[in-house]
């Protein structure tokens, strides 16, 4: 038992500076004024705190539950939505992007963090609702990356040794849109690649 836990305490710092790596290479994409759709979770926090050293950039990030690291940012203009009413604050935001003449035609962006994506399912989810939310922040961007890295690709519809014991099979899924960017890493099978370019990886970027 001491052992497995020390084995998986050693190789966090090797999950994290993936996670940096995949966020930085996602920040690359983006352009100044955009708009920025972010579910929160490790890779997506990391893309905030990415985007928090480019300070030429001013990026509105909506996302769908809020964490202590993402508001440590003042120079970034936030809106966390989280709980029951998530949906519907998402709908009213949108609403006030879509009016707003000094918003409307902004460049959006999505940034999805994936622990599981199944070529025939689509992004996994651990609920109804993260699942919903999801497919907003899919259907409202012009531009979307999802961001995996390759320990949840090498097995097709599987993930791999830590995301395994993390995050159970899933039985809520969202949908991957018809044109979407895979950022990953470089240990990303040639097989899993090709099964998701089927499925509308149209640009895939190995961060390295």
């Known amino acids: ?43 997506t926090q990391q ?32 809106a966390f939505l989280y709980g029951a009413g998530a949906e519907r604050e ?8 879509d009016n707003a003449r000094s918003t409307r035609k902004r460049p959006r962006y999505a940034f999805i963090d994936a622990v599981h994506l199944d070529p025939a399912r689509g992004i ?9 939310m ?7 961007a012009e531009k979307i990356f999802i961001l995996a890295d390759a320990c949840t690709l090498n097995s097709p519809g599987l993930a791999d040794g830590p995301a395994a014991a993390q995050y ?8 991957f849109p018809e044109s979407w960017t895979l950022i990953t890493t470089d240990a990303a099978s040639a097989a899993a690649l090709k099964e998701l370019r089927g499925a509308g990886a149209t ?6």
Request: with cysteine; hydrophobic share 55%; charged share 20%.
């Open 1 to 43: 038992m001491a052992s497995a836990m020390h084995s998986a305490l050693a190789a966090r710092p090797g999950i994290w500076a993936r996670r940096r790596t995949m966020a930085r290479a996602a920040v690359a994409y983006v352009r100044d004024n955009a708009i920025v759709f972010l579910d929160t979770n490790a890779a």
């Open 47 to 78: 893309v905030a705190i990415e985007l928090r050293q480019k300070l030429r950039f001013r990026v509105y990030v909506i996302t769908n539950s809020g964490g202590p690291v993402l508001r440590r940012f003042p120079r970034l203009a936030f």
């Open 90 to 97: 998402f709908a009213q935001i949108l609403r006030r992007l």
């Open 124 to 132: 996994a989810c651990k609920s109804a609702a993260e699942a919903r």
């Open 134 to 140: 999801k497919s907003l922040l899919l259907a409202h």
């Open 168 to 175: 159970p099979p899933a039985e809520h899924w969202a949908s």
């Open 203 to 208: 640009e895939i970027v190995i961060a390295d």
